[in-house]
């Protein structure tokens, strides 16, 4: 099922939305009267295990017991410890 929803009422009706899309529904999402995208629900094998961050080449552990066993796993180049800022710096090009 599809619902059609401008980019005000998805600002304004997020938490009625956000339990919209966990029971299935999509929502093609417009602005100033023209398509601009759409907002589908994840899929399981979306939400399991490690998510993509970064540049690609990391990867955040599922869990915090996980990131804690393999703490030099999830390290930067040059053997920095794994920080949030650093991924985000990194990400918009401010240390390269």
């Known amino acids: 099922m599809t619902k059609t929803i401008s980019v005000k009422e998805l600002r304004m009706n997020f938490p009625k939305i956000r339990k919209d899309l966990e029971k299935g529904i999509t929502f093609k999402i417009i602005y100033r009267s023209k398509p601009l995208a759409e907002l589908s629900p994840m899929s399981e094998s979306d939400l399991a295990g ?17 990131f ?17 800022v ?11």
């Open 86 to 96: 650093t991924l985000i710096r990194k990400d918009r090009g401010y240390d390269k």
């Open 68 to 84: 804690l066993e393999n703490m030099d796993k999830y390290s930067i180049k040059g053997g920095k410890p794994f920080d949030a």
């Open 50 to 66: 490690s998510v993509k961050i970064g540049d690609g080449n990391r990867y955040l552990p599922a869990t915090m017991e996980e």
